[in-house]
């Protein structure tokens, strides 16, 4: 990932056309949402959102929604495009500096992740989250894990 800018519609456009089938699968399940619907919500419920680029396409596009403006937790989320294959090092590194400070933000982190997103599923545990067993989840009852941190 060659940058880390603010999100922007041309991005969600972009990236709705191009996401990985594990995305597109995982947020479907979780909501019945397509991709452009499901980087929307995320977009509009989220303070900040950043989208990395490689050679000027959307890797991903990423972001903490809020549960309200009082509340102190936050719902992070990320979808990818098949990019992040050509630019995991790269995104693993830089993304786990956001997470840190994301981290500073929130007092508690919480989300789901659908089983069958095994790359996901092994970046929130790299990255710290705790992760419960798998659990029916969203309107299909797809097994899903819910992934947490708390801040001390």
Same mark, same amino acid.
């Given at each position: 990932?060659?940058?880390?800018?603010?999100?922007?519609?041309?991005?969600?456009?972009?990236?709705?056309?191009?996401?990985?089938?594990?995305?597109?699968?995982?947020?479907?399940?979780?909501? !019945? /949402?397509?991709? $452009?619907?499901? &980087? =929307?919500?995320?977009?509009?419920?989220?303070? @900040?959102?950043?989208?990395?680029?490689?050679?000027?396409?959307?890797?991903?596009?990423?972001?903490?929604?809020?549960?309200?403006?009082?509340?102190?937790?936050?719902?992070?989320?990320?979808?990818?495009?098949?990019?992040? !294959? /050509?630019?995991? $090092?790269?995104? &693993? =590194?830089?993304?786990?500096?956001?997470?840190? @400070?994301?981290?500073?933000?929130?007092?508690?982190?919480?989300?789901?992740?659908?089983?069958?997103?095994?790359?996901?599923?092994?970046?929130?545990?790299?990255?710290?989250?705790?992760?419960?067993?798998?659990?029916?989840?969203?309107?299909?009852?797809?097994?899903?894990? =819910?992934?947490?941190?708390?801040?001390?």
């Amino acid at each position: 990932m060659k940058q880390i800018v603010s999100t922007t519609e041309e991005h969600i456009l972009e990236l709705s056309k191009t996401m990985r089938q594990a995305d597109k699968d995982e947020v479907w399940a979780s909501n !019945h /949402k397509n991709p $452009y619907d499901a &980087l =929307r919500q995320g977009w509009l419920l989220s303070p @900040e959102t950043f989208t990395g680029l490689l050679d000027g396409h959307v890797v991903c596009i990423f972001g903490v929604a809020q549960n309200s403006l009082l509340s102190e937790d936050g719902v992070p989320w990320l979808l990818t495009s098949d990019l992040i !294959h /050509k630019a995991a $090092y790269t995104f &693993l =590194r830089v993304n786990k500096v956001y997470v840190n @400070e994301i981290r500073k933000k929130y007092k508690k982190l919480e989300n789901y992740v659908d089983c069958r997103n095994k790359m996901a599923i092994r970046w929130l545990s790299w990255l710290g989250f705790e992760m419960d067993k798998p659990q029916p989840y969203g309107p299909d009852n797809v097994m899903f894990r =819910r992934f947490e941190y708390r801040r001390p």
